[in-house]
Nanobody
Framework: QVQLVESGGGVVQTGGSLRLSCAAS????????MGWFRQAPGKEREFVAG????????YYADFVKGRFTISRDNAKNAVYLQMNRLNPEDTAGYYC??????????????????????WGQGTQVTVSS
């Protein structure tokens, strides 16, 4: 099991930026990929971005490409989501999650075909117009 704790949410104006952090602990993280999801009130949870611990591969939902950047710091066991040019449609609870993704398994396969097993408690992002 991987323990995940998110931070960095808040209220920001349209066009502003926020950086979310996810602190991870527990199992051997190199065997996992990490992802950010979000869920707005009344809407289904949706995938935002993903990254492997063991490689630099990243994957983004179309609606955040060019605006959001996912990164990790292996020394700190932390994953980040830099969010730029925010708009009110980005308002949601943002959640960090982990999925088993061994070293030689493609990131896209892990993100789409495997079950996300561990979740953080979430951090709220509100973008005002």
């Amino acid at each position: 099991q991987v323990q995940l704790v998110e931070s960095g949410g808040g209220v920001v104006q349209t066009g502003g930026s926020l950086r979310l952090s996810c602190a991870a602990s527990g199992r051997t993280l190199s065997n996992y990929a990490m992802g950010w999801f979000r869920q707005a009130p009344g809407k289904e949870r949706e995938f935002v971005a993903g990254i492997k611990w063991s490689a630099d591969n990243t994957y983004y939902a179309d609606f955040v490409k060019g605006r959001f950047t996912i990164s990790r710091d292996n020394a700190k066991n932390a994953v980040y989501l830099q969010m730029n040019r925010l708009n009110p449609e980005d308002t949601a609870g943002y959640y960090c999650a982990a999925v088993v993704c061994p070293q030689f398994t493609s990131l896209s396969y892990c993100l789409t075909a495997r079950t996300w097993t561990d979740w953080g408690q979430g951090t709220q992002v509100t973008v005002s117009s």
